[in-house]
C-alpha cells in the first residue's frame, strides 16, 4: 500500500499551476519512514530536510543528482536512523512558539490568533513529555492549535474555551479535518464558487440590519470601517445567512471573520487598535477580495488535508469553571500572559460579526468568565469573588511594592487576581489526571512599574501548594520589556503524583439512595395529595410528581441552596425549593403555567389580595361582552366551541375575567393568585368547576346541562382555600421570568447550584392542546395556536435535540464548579430523550449517571391519551 504526505512551500503556488504543496509517495516497504513523519508539520519538515522554499529543494535534488521525492525520503531516513526527531535541542527553533511558526500549515492559517504557538511547539512538547497519552486537554484552545494537533496525531484533542470566537474556528477546523476525500472536495467547490458569488453579486443582496442595529448598539459612533466596506461586510453577511445552517456555512463564516480586520481600520500590535497615520496612508485590503481570498485559502487546504482518525471533543467554556472526568491524560496549553492584553476586546469585531455581541454589556460578560489578564479585566465584584483563593508571601510583596508605583490601581488588583483565576483554572487537573500526568504550560513573566513579576514561579508554586511535582522547566525565547529589563518565555511541566480523585460523597450517597428506595413511591409519599397544598393550586396535566421534585431538590440544591428550573410549568420543582429555603429561579414560555408558577413562588398579601378580587367583581358587574369578543372566543374550536361549555351568564363572566386580566399588571403576585385559581375553576368535573361536567386537567367535550355558576363566588371560596395553606417559616420567595429557556438568561442567576428541570416529553401529549382553554383565557386567539406552538420546546425537539444546546451551555456557565444539572425526561420506544440529550451536553457536562425508572404502573387520572412514555429516566450532569 502506498502512503502520501505533502509538504507545503510558500513560493510553490505561483509557479506551479497553482500548487500550494508537494507530495511525497511511500512505497510499501517505507511504511515504518512515513510513520515517523506522517505526523509532522510542513515547517518541521522543510527544516529536517535542510531548505526553506521549493527553488531551494529542486537545486538540492539536482546537485544530489535525485529526483526530487528520493531527495526528501533519503533527507527524513537519516534524520530517523540518527534520532533527531525528538533530540533535546528541539526548542531551539524560537519560531515555534510563535505563532508564526506554523503560518505555512494547513489549517493554522485559517484565522490569525497571534497570542498562539505553532503544530511544531506542540509535536515536541508531546513526544517529550506526554508521550502515549491519548486525550490531552487544552483548557485555553485559542485558534486550536493544540487540539488540532493531538487530533492529527490519530489522538483525541479535548479543548475549551471561554470565546466563542474560538469554539466557531475550531469546530470548522476539526470538522475539515474529519471530512471524506469527496467531501472535502465538494465543500471546496462551494466555497470557490461563493468567492465568485461574493466578487460578482455581493452588491445585490440585501444589507444585515439585524448586524447593522448590533453595531450602533455595541461600539455607538466607532467607526471601524470605512462607509464602502461596512456596507460589503453587511451584504456578505445576508449571502452567509442565506447559505442556512451548514458545514459549507461555518467554514465561510470563518472566511469572513479571518477578512474583518485587513479591511477595517484597525490594526493588531499586541492589543487591536485603530491605525496610525503612517499606517492609514498603506490602506485597507477591500473586503469582498479579502474574503474572496480566504475562502480560496481554506478551499486548497480542503484539497490538501488528509483525514485523521483522531478526534476533537470539546469539554467544556471557561477553565475557571471546568470540571474535567477521569480519562484525561495530559494537559498542554498557554494560558493568557499576565500582559494586559484585553483578549475579548481583541477580537470584539469578529465577535460582533457572528452575532455574539449585541449591546455593550455583552463583552463585560464574556470577560467575567475569563481569566484576568488585563486592567479592563478587573472590576470590584470578580476581585472579591476570587480573592484569597491563592495565599502567597511573594506575591503579597510584588502587589505591595506595584501598588506604590502602579499608575492604575486596577494593576495590582489585576496581578493578584490573576494568580487567584491560574489557583483555580489548575485546580480540577489535579482531581482528572492519571498518576504520573503532565500539564505542561507555556508561560511568560511581566514588568509594572518597574516591577518584576515573576509568573512562571508563581504558577510553580500554586502548581506545588495544590500537590504537583515541578520535573521540568525549559526557557523556551528571552525577551525584553519596554524598560529594558530582561523577560523569558518558558515551559513549566507540572507532574501529578499518586493520587485519586475527590468525590462528593454525600451527593452520591443520596443519590444511590433515591435509586434504591425510590421515595416517592413509599407510603406518605406516594399519595397523590403529599406535599404542600399549594401543588394542587391549579389542575395541570404532565405535572411532575411533588414527592419526586422534593427528593430531587434535596440531593442536589439542600436546604438554603440555589437552583432553576429553565420549564417551570406549574411551578412544582421551584416551589419545592422556596419551601426549603433554597434560592429558586424559574422560566415558562406558556403565559397559563407562568401564572400559576408566579402565584406559587410569591405569597401575596391578604390585602392585595382582597383588593383585586373586588376590583374583579365590580369589573364584571358592569361588564357585557361585545359581539366582536363573542366571535373571536367562537373560533376556539378543539373539542367543542367554547359557549358549550357555560351558561351564558358564566360565559359572560368567563370573558369578562379574561378581559379585567388582560387589562392589569402581569408582575402582581396577588393578581397571578387569581388567575391561578380561576384557570382552575374554569373546567372541571365537580361543583367548584365554571363549565358543564368536563375534565379537570384537560377539557373534554362537556355533558350535563347548562346551569348558571357564580364565577366570584366559587373563586372566593378557592382563593380562601388558598390563602390558608401554610408555605412554613423556611419558605423564600423565587424569581420566574415568561421567557424561552433557549433565549439569554437573565444576569441575576449566576453561580447556582443546580439545574433542575423536567422539559416536555418526546411523543408526549402537547402541553398547548391539553391546556387550550386556559392559554385562550391567558390571552391566546385562535392565531395564536396556529403560530405559538413552533416557538414551544416540545413541538420544536422534533427536528433534533440540538434545540437544548442554548439551555444546557448557559446551564454550564450559571452553575458553581461541581453543580448539577438534572433532567427528568420520558422515554419511549420512539426515543431515548437521555441519550439524545446527552450527546448534545457532552462539550460541557460529564455524565454522573442516567437511571430509567419503569411508569407503566402509574394511574392515567381519567386521561385517554398519556402518550407513549414508558418509563421516567433521570439524566445527571456535573460541570
Known sequence: MQHHKTIYFSDLAGNHRGRRGLTVAFGPDEADLFQSVEHLSSARLRKLIGVDSFDDLERAAQNARSNINNFC???????????????????????????????????????????????????????????????????????GTTPMTIMGLGKTGLFSDVNPLCIHVIK???????????????????????????????????????????????????????????????????????????????????????????????????????????????????????????????????????????????????ALENRYNDSLDAIITSPPYLNGTNYF?????????????????????????????????????????RDGRFASETLDQIVSEITECAYDQRIPAMVRTYFNDMHEALRPALAALPEHGRVCIDIGDSVYGGVHVPTDQLIVEIGERLGFELKDDVTLRERM?????????????????????????????????????????????????????????????????????????????????????????????????????????????????????????????????????????AFLGDYRASDIEIERALQITFNKKLDEYFHPDTFNEVLGARKFMALNDCSSPALSLVHAALQHILHGNRPYALSRRSHPLTPYAPTGPFEYRSLMERLRTKIERSLDVDRGDDFREGHIWQMDSTDPWPREIHNIDAVITSPPFFDSTRFYLGNWMRLWFSGWEAEDFKKQPQKYIDERQKTGFDVYEPIIRQSRERLKPGGFLVFHLGESKKCDMAEEIAKVAQPFFRTFDVFSESVEHCEKHGLRDKGSVTAHQYLVLQS
Open 345 to 385: 476586546r481583541n477580537t470584539k469585531v469578529e465577535l460582533w460579526f457572528l452575532g455574539h455581541l449585541n449591546s455593550k454589556a455583552d463583552l463585560s460578560a464574556f470577560r467575567d468568565q475569563a481569566i484576568t489578564a488585563g486592567i479592563n479585566d478587573v472590576t470590584k465584584a470578580k476581585a472579591n469573588r
Open 481 to 617: 520589556s519596554r524598560s529594558g529589563q530582561k523577560l523569558r518565555q518558558s515551559l513549566l511541566v507540572l507532574e501529578k503524583p499518586s493520587k485519586g480523585r475527590v468525590e462528593r460523597i454525600s451527593t452520591r450517597s443520596k443519590w444511590q439512595s433515591f435509586k434504591t428506595s425510590l421515595p416517592h413511591r413509599q407510603p406518605g409519599m406516594a399519595a397523590r395529595n403529599w406535599g404542600n397544598k399549594l401543588h394542587s393550586l391549579c389542575s395541570y396535566q404532565g405535572k411532575l410528581k411533588p414527592a419526586i421534585a422534593s427528593s430531587l431538590v434535596d440531593i442536589f440544591v439542600g436546604d438554603g441552596g440555589s437552583m432553576l428550573d429553565p420549564f417551570s410549568g406549574v411551578g412544582t420543582i421551584p416551589f419545592e425549593g422556596s419551601l426549603r429555603g433554597a434560592t429558586s429561579f424559574a422560566f415558562e414560555i406558556s403565559p397559563s403555567a407562568f401564572r400559576i408558577s408566579h402565584a406559587k413562588l410569591t405569597s401575596p398579601s391578604r390585602c392585595d389580595i382582597d383588593e383585586v378580587l373586588d376590583n374583579l367583581e
Open 73 to 143: 525520503k533519503i533527507r527524513l531516513s537519516e534524520h530517523v536512523a540518527s534520532g533527531l526527531l525528538t533530540d533535546e535541542g528541539a526548542f531551539k527553533d524560537q519560531l515555534q512558539v510563535t505563532f508564526a511558526g506554523g503560518r505555512h500549515d494547513p489549517l493554522h492559517n485559517w484565522f490569525p490568533y497571534l497570542e498562539g504557538y505553532s503544530p511544531d511547539f506542540v509535536w515536541e512538547v508531546y513526544s517529550r513529555y506526554c508521550d502515549g497519552a491519548k486525550r490531552v486537554l487544552d483548557p485555553f484552545a485559542g485558534s
Open 172 to 318: 470548522a477546523k476539526s470538522q475539515a479535518r474529519t471530512l471524506s476525500h469527496d467531501k472535502r472536495s465538494e465543500y471546496a467547490k462551494k466555497l470557490l464558487a461563493l468567492a465568485k458569488v461574493a466578487k460578482d453579486k455581493a452588491a445585490n443582496y440585501p444589507r444585515h440590519e439585524k448586524l447593522n442595529v448590533s453595531y450602533r448598539a455595541t461600539f455607538g459612533k466607532s467607526e471601524f470601517f470605512s462607509p464602502e466596506q461596512y456596507e460589503a461586510i453587511l451584504r456578505v453577511r445576508s449571502i452567509l445567512d442565506q447559505i442556512g445552517i451548514s458545514s459549507v456555512r461555518q467554514l465561510a463564516e470563518v472566511a469572513a471573520i479571518r477578512s474583518l480586520i485587513p479591511a477595517s481600520r484597525l490594526i493588531r500590535r499586541g492589543d487591536l487598535r485603530f491605525k496610525r497615520e503612517a499606517e492609514e496612508r498603506r490602506g485597507a485590503e477591500d473586503f469582498i477580495e479579502a474574503f474572496a481570498s480566504s475562502l480560496e485559502l481554506i478551499a486548497n487546504d480542503l484539497h490538501e488535508l488528509r483525514p485523521s482518525n483522531g478526534s476533537i471533543l470539546q469539554v467544556g467554556m471557561s
